[in-house]
């Protein structure tokens, strides 16, 4: 949890250009755009997953309601 946040702080930083030049001399490898991409694809990630669990929900509300009604 705490590197998650720590990653999106430096990702922030990144992105504003805030971080020192000493920092990105130390960290060449550190690049904005593939943190943002790896976080992009985990969030479409979360909500595929997110929407099955959805569906899954809605089906069961579904026959819940249908035999109710019989």
């Not at 990105?24 to 099955?52: C, G, H, M, T, V």
């Not at 069961?60 to 019989?70: S, V």
């Amino acid at each position: 949890m705490k590197t998650s946040i720590l990653k999106k702080s430096l990702l922030n930083y990144a992105i504003k250009g805030n971080l020192s030049s000493r920092f990105r001399k130390s960290n060449p490898n550190l690049n904005a755009f593939d943190e943002i991409n790896a976080y992009n694809a985990q969030i479409l990630k979360d909500k595929k997953s997110k929407e099955k669990e959805l569906k899954e929900l809605e089906s069961k509300l579904k026959t819940q309601k249908d035999k109710e009604l019989k």
